[in-house]
């Protein structure tokens, strides 16, 4: 399949859910009593950028194929989004990934200067868990999404992700921890991991740090859709190799990608020593990867039949994406 294919086929998908993702997410950034204008702005800045909308419309689409309501699920995908957008913002501070830009424009930090965005990162996270809250109903479906989306955003997952990432670039042998806590341990006759070892940090981080939004964008809509145990089980594993196919295709975005349909600096990891999948496995074995997972990830929810079609698209737009 071609890419203008699949991101057609993608866009036909999303046609009629991202504006009305858009709408949403303008209606929830009007200014209210008390918010100072300028962080208003910020958050404004940052969260209604231009951007694919790739996790929202997987929260809809997954409430979609499993028989839920778009008009139900809408609240959780704009929070989710806003805790995606907070993530990001932070991760371009200095401290962390040091970018200076992102979705085309130059970062949060670099216009209206570190404070504000760390007070704009934090004033979307907190205003994300005010709409499941507040929104999703009923109140126990709202208490579930309010636990899926601060365990994806938390120490063990979005945030733990994250630091081990700053660890491996500080050069820490011991950084990845999996599931069950086992760090992987360095070859002591050599200093240095080998390659499943390294393989296996990288899985651990993404998971985590890229992954984990994946999960809470499809538990999230299968949730508001009053999902069952079984159907959330394969949109969990389903979600698991989507979200690895995304980070890999990520990484070999920076390596041959172009900075202007990126909207980012491209080659930054290479330039920090940056543990990534091309630098491990190639780029060719990288890419191969990738595309077994998207099959994989596609035939896991081909038991939902036509009403899947849409996370299936969505799936091989992943791979396919110059951006």
Not at 294 to 314: D, K, R
């Amino acid at each position: 399949m071609s890419v203008a294919t699949s991101a057609l086929s993608f866009e036909q998908a999303a046609h009629e859910l991202r504006p009305r993702i858009e709408e949403a997410l303008e209606r929830y950034m009007r200014r209210g009593p008390g918010c100072p204008a300028r962080l208003a702005e910020a958050m404004r800045y940052s969260l209604l950028a231009p951007g694919k909308r790739l996790r929202p419309l997987l929260v809809l689409m997954t409430a979609k194929a499993c028989g839920g309501s778009i008009d139900n699920a809408m609240p959780a995908a704009c929070a989710l989004e806003m805790v995606h957008c907070y993530s990001l913002i932070h991760d371009d501070l200095p401290a962390m990934d040091n970018d200076d830009l992102r979705r085309g424009r130059p970062t949060n930090h670099k216009v209206y200067g570190e404070a504000m965005a760390i007070l704009a990162g934090d004033a979307l996270l907190t205003r994300a868990f005010e709409i499941i809250a507040r929104d999703v109903q009923p109140p126990v479906v709202a208490a579930a999404c309010c636990a899926t989306l601060g365990e994806a955003a938390g120490a063990a997952a979005l945030v733990g992700g994250q630091v081990d990432d700053l660890l491996g670039e500080e050069g820490h042998a011991d950084v990845q921890c999996s599931g069950g806590g086992q760090a992987s341990q360095v070859d002591e006759t050599s200093g240095s991991k080998t390659t499943e070892q390294l393989l296996s940090t990288l899985e651990s981080i993404h998971q985590r740090k890229t992954g984990a939004i994946f999960l809470a964008s499809l538990r999230l809509g299968g949730l508001t859709a009053a999902a069952g145990p079984k159907q959330i089980q394969m949109l969990d594993e389903y979600g698991r190799r989507l979200g690895l196919a995304f980070q890999i295709t990520d990484d070999l975005l920076d390596v041959q990608g172009n900075e202007e349909a990126a909207g980012k600096r491209v080659g930054k990891d290479a330039d920090r020593g940056k543990l990534t999948f091309p630098g491990v496995l190639g780029i060719d074995e990288s890419a191969r990867w990738a595309r077994r997972l998207v099959a994989e990830a596609c035939e896991l929810v081909s038991p939902l039949g036509a009403a899947a079609e849409p996370l299936a698209s969505l799936a091989r737009f992943v791979v396919e994406r110059d951006r």
